[in-house]
């Protein structure tokens, strides 16, 4: 077995008590802490998310879900070829041997773009070191490469992520390819499963999150515009990682299918079982629209889709 647990299916502790009840859409940690990622390591819940605060990956902790701490940066250094300040959407695994490894997005200085970037910890608060001497995943004639996250399918560790193609006119695919058990090289060939396609979406897809659920898979991803209300989480399913992927009719949760409670959200994150109940951790824009705060919602499920309970 590859790996011991993988974010995007962080399964909680028999013992944890529920998160207490918050206000309807309030945020849990109302500071900018976008595109969250967590994991949960011996009852403590460890949330990842892009540079701010001083902090390339900023990185909080919680036993609850409910009440979060700041620690210090989880990535305090980075090498020569990385361009600071644009470090961001992290993915945090735990391996077999009790490491940790990081997949984060950020910009080379050449060529120029955004792409996936491979980093281990020994502690899950780190610090995170940079390993290799350039991105793992960086395909150029693709518009680079951003929003890393894994799934273990069968004893198999996959990579998937998205080619920024957005920022060049080319379409954006959700791809994963195999890793290696250190997690720090993929060994297959990237394979394409998924697309914008829907008007929803307009010209973009991004953020996957993958889940084993029941026989099949769930897949979770953000679309269209991050910075306003149109951005929202859809969801798909499939049989294999290879597909045929089918999509849900419309977003799953949105500004307007949320009533306003919540504000362009995703970047989304699964927590499983948590006292018996699943979470979707996710971020949403205050409502000047300045930052992007964490959220935590109870789900329910739909077949194999989670709904997020909202107020009456």
């Not at 991004?206 to 951005?231: K, Q």
């Amino acid at each position: 077995m590859t790996a011991f647990a993988v974010s995007g299916c962080t399964a909680a502790p028999e013992h944890s008590a529920p998160p207490a009840s918050a206000a309807a859409g309030a945020a849990v940690l109302n500071t900018n802490f976008a595109d969250p990622d967590v994991v949960e390591v011996d009852g403590t819940y460890f949330a990842y998310a892009t540079n701010d605060n001083n902090r390339n990956v900023q990185v909080a902790s919680s036993t609850d879900l409910l009440d979060w701490e700041v620690l210090p940066d989880a990535l305090p250094d980075l090498p020569s070829w990385i361009i600071p300040g644009k470090t961001w959407a992290p993915e945090v695994t735990r391996l077999a041997d009790d490491s940790f490894v990081m997949y984060f997005t950020a910009t080379n200085f050449a060529p120029t773009l955004q792409c996936i970037g491979v980093a281990t910890a020994s502690d899950p608060a780190g610090p995170f070191i940079v390993q290799s001497d350039a991105m793992i995943i960086c395909p150029e004639d693709e518009g680079g490469a951003i929003d890393a996250s894994t799934v273990l399918i069968d004893d198999a560790l996959y990579l998937v992520w998205k080619n920024d193609g957005n920022c060049c006119d080319l379409d954006t695919w959700i791809q994963a390819a195999t890793l290696s058990p250190d997690g720090l090289s993929i060994t297959g060939d990237p394979i394409r499963i998924l697309k914008q396609t829907e008007e929803w979406e307009d010209n973009l897809i991004e953020a996957p999150t993958i889940v084993v659920r029941g026989t099949g898979l769930l897949m979770l991803y953000s679309a269209n515009s991050y910075g306003d209300d149109r951005y929202a989480v859809g969801a798909a399913t499939a049989a294999s990682i290879d597909g045929p992927w089918t999509k849900e009719t419309g977003p799953i949760l949105s500004t307007e299918g949320s009533g306003g409670l919540y504000r362009g959200p995703g970047g989304q994150d699964l927590v499983f079982g948590l006292n018996g109940k699943d979470y979707l951790v996710f971020h949403g824009w205050d409502t000047d629209y300045t930052y992007r705060a964490l959220h935590v919602a109870e789900t329910e499920w739909d077949a194999d889709i989670p709904r997020v309970l909202t107020p009456e």
